[in-house]
C-alpha cells in the first residue's frame, strides 16, 4: 500500500475517533436527570457510570419488589455515589472481569436521601426488623453518605448469581456470619456461599467491607470516620 495511501486511512480513522468521542460527550451532557437527581449531583455526588459504564444498576426501591412494597424513588433512576466511592467501586469491577469476565456488578442501590431513610425507618420501627435499617435520628447510616452499595452480582444477560436469599431479605440467612450454620441445615447452598464469597472478594479489593447483617450491603467507610470528618447526608 503507497504511503499516501496509508496517511489517508490514518486520517479517516481519526476523524472516526474523534466523532466517536463527540458523540460521547454529547451523550453525556444530554443525559436526562431528574431536579432530584440534579440536586444531588450539585451536592457533590456522581452517577456511577460515569466513572464505570459497565456496571449494571437496577435500583430497587425505583420498583414496589422491595421490604416496603413500596416505590420510594418515584424520581432516581441513577446510581450515584461520592466520588471516592465510585472509584474504588470502579477497582471491585475491574477485579471482577480480571476473574470473570463475563460477569459484572449489579448495583440495587447507593447513595440514599435521608427523606427516603426516614420512609424506611417509619416501617420498621418498633419492630423486630428495625436492626436492618439506620435510624435518621441517629445519623442514618452509610447510604445516606455515598458510601454504601446494595449491591450484587449478575450474568451477561443481567440475572444475577444464586445467593442463597434475594437482596433486601430481612433474616438469619442473610447474614454472612450465619452462613455455615444456614448451610448445615440446608438453607442456602454451598453455590450461594460461593457467589456470597467472590462477592466480597472483589468488593474487598476496592476497599470495601460487608455489613454483617446484609450479604448486599458493603461500607467504604465507617460511621467513625464519617463521623469524624463531619459530613452531612445526602439531603
Known sequence: MKPYTLMLLAAITLVSISAQAQSADKAKQTATYTPAEKAIIAQGYVDIH???PTIRVSLMYSRPDNFTHRVLYTDLQHAFLHPDAAKALHKAQAR???QHPELSLIIFDASRPMSVQQKMWNIVKGTNKSIYVSNPANGGGLHN??????ISICNEQGDTLP?????DYMGHAAHPEYEKDML????ISQQA???RQLLRDVMAAGGFKVLKTEWWHFNLKTRAQIKAEKRKPLR
Do not use: F, K
Open 193 to 195: 456461599i460461593d457467589n
Open 184 to 187: 448445615r441445615r440446608h438453607i
Open 163 to 167: 445467593m442463597g436469599t434475594l437482596v
Open 145 to 150: 453518605y455515598g458510601y454504601a452499595v446494595d
Open 96 to 98: 471482577l472481569h480480571q
Open 50 to 52: 460515569d466513572i464505570d
